[in-house]
């Protein structure tokens, strides 16, 4: 190739401190050119991000003013709350993530924390760890916490978004525990939830009272921030069981403090928060009947390279002139055809 030719391929500027995975490499570099851009304040940033055709990492709005010829954004994940996605859109920048590359392990994470609250896993191996004694099964037994473990075999769960994720849990549920699946998700045909054994539910509120478990798959946006608050949290059965699985923001965190405080739910699993990292001593730390982990439902060994591999298709589809699966703002679309 020609210096000429070479100088003619698009940029890919990649936002440090993410590095860039070699599976999306391998997509990327045969036809586009990858820096690495430094922090504010590096002395190479502005020429690198000047001509800049796609952006990866977390996308600020000083960025995104930075990059007069930029064409897209690439997500190597689901979520997008780390990027200006408004902005995006009002310049008619595509904005393309890796959704359902993790849906096999956000899926089983659900599962196990499930099975950790209800089999009282995680309650009884902290009476080991804290206690350096063993403590019989008759502990787990009577009213109140931890109270007897019980089976998931049978009860019925509650999925809130049904995307990649939630239809992978959905079978999983049916077919490994013989679960009644219930469905919520304004955005998909009922016909289609049916066709998958799940039973669609249009109200909200309905899913609510009558789940056994409900788990929560959506992504965060305006129509979707706080959800579940005080009011879903009561219309809960005070045996039930609340999966945070989306982002934490879905979810009023001061009402859930007190829903597991108050007995208005029996427990909850929890893998997002509010603010994260989250802060020290925050109420949910010391509750036995929660089951925390740090946002690490689908960062497994296997999803990394399918997470970047996946955005980068969608990356190169967008500068080839082509039309994304993976779509966040749709919205881009109109404002660019406008023009």
């Known amino acids: 190739m020609t210096q000429a030719q070479a100088q003619g391929r698009k940029r890919i500027a990649v936002l440090g401190p993410y590095e860039l995975h070699p599976a999306a490499r391998d997509v990327l570099s045969p036809d586009f050119d990858i820096v690495e851009v430094g922090p504010p304040g590096d002395p190479d940033r502005d020429e690198l991000l000047a001509g800049a055709h796609g952006l990866v990492g977390a996308v600020t709005p000083g960025d995104l003013a930075a990059c007069p010829v930029l064409e897209v954004i690439g997500i190597p994940g689901s979520g997008w709350d780390h990027v200006d996605v408004a902005g995006a859109t009002a310049r008619g920048i595509p904005v393309v993530n890796a959704a359902g590359a993790q849906h096999a392990a956000v899926a089983e994470h659900a599962v196990g924390l499930m099975l950790s609250l209800a089999k009282r896993i995680a309650a009884s191996d902290r009476v080991f760890h804290e206690q350096k004694r063993f403590l019989p099964r008759e502990h787990f037994t009577g009213d109140g916490w931890p109270g007897w473990p019980e089976e998931i075999d049978g009860k019925t769960i509650g999925i809130v978004g049904f995307g990649f994720i939630g239809r992978d849990l959905a079978r999983k549920c049916r077919l490994g525990f013989d679960m009644t699946v219930l469905a919520h998700d304004p955005f998909v045909d009922p016909d289609e939830m049916e066709r ?11 899913l609510m009272r009558t789940s056994d478990f409900v788990s929560l798959h959506m992504p965060l946006m305006p129509a979707t921030e706080r959800m579940i608050g005080e009011r879903e949290l009561r219309l809960m059965q005070p045996h039930a069981y609340l999966l945070n699985l989306s982002r934490g923001g879905t979810v009023d965190e001061d009402a859930l403090v007190r829903a597991l405080q108050e007995g208005w739910i029996r427990g909850a699993g929890i893998d997002v928060f509010d603010e994260e990292p989250a802060r020290d001593n925050h109420p949910l730390y010391g509750m036995d ?5 740090p946002h690490i439902g689908g960062w497994v060994i296997e999803a990394m390279p399918r997470l970047s591999a996946v955005m980068a298709r969608e990356m190169r589809t967008v500068l080839r002139g082509g039309r994304p699966w993976r779509l966040v703002n749709p919205e881009s679309r109109q404002v660019l055809s406008s023009r």
């Open 289 to 293: 009947n929660v089951v925390l982990t």
């Open 196 to 206: 998958q054994g799940v039973v669609p539910i249009e109200v909200l509120d309905d």
